[in-house]
């Protein structure tokens, strides 16, 4: 069975970093996509804030955060580490990592990853 823990939520100030972590276990595909999503309060769950293609390394990010979140992985392990820089209070939400099985690099931006955490909440302060 697949797990993913998060950790690394909590309650920050505006202009702050923080950094999520993400580790996968279980995990028998050959290859897969690995993903942060995020989910604010009364809204729905959107597409993936940044993601990882284990198979070539490809990494992207929904245009909303470009230049301030950084996806890592750690070497070798199933793990997706989520640097958010210049904290806003709009970055308040549920943070969710999740996993695929991918077809193709393509499928790394859906949005029904297979391979859910529990999520963890940031609250950012202004």
């Known amino acids: 069975q697949v797990h993913l823990a998060e950790s690394g939520g909590g309650s920050f100030q505006a202009g702050g970093s923080l950094k999520l972590s993400c580790a996968a276990s279980?995990?028998?595909?050959?290859?897969?996509?690995i993903a942060w999503f995020r989910q604010t309060t009364g809204s729905e769950r959107g597409g993936p804030v940044a993601?990882?293609?284990?198979?070539?390394?490809?990494?992207n990010y929904a245009d909303s955060v470009k230049g301030r979140f950084t996806i890592s992985q750690d070497n070798g392990k199933m793990t997706a580490n989520l640097q958010i820089d210049s904290l806003k209070p709009e970055d308040t939400a549920m943070y969710y990592c999740?996993?695929?099985?991918?077809?193709?690099?393509?499928?790394?931006?859906?949005?029904?990853?297979?391979?859910w955490g529990q999520g963890t909440r940031i609250t950012v302060s202004s």
């Open positions: 993601w990882v293609y284990a198979r070539t390394g490809t990494k």
């Open positions: 279980g995990y028998d595909h050959p290859n897969y996509c």
């Open positions: 999740a996993a695929h099985p991918p077809v193709s690099r393509t499928e790394c931006s859906r949005r029904d990853y297979r391979y």
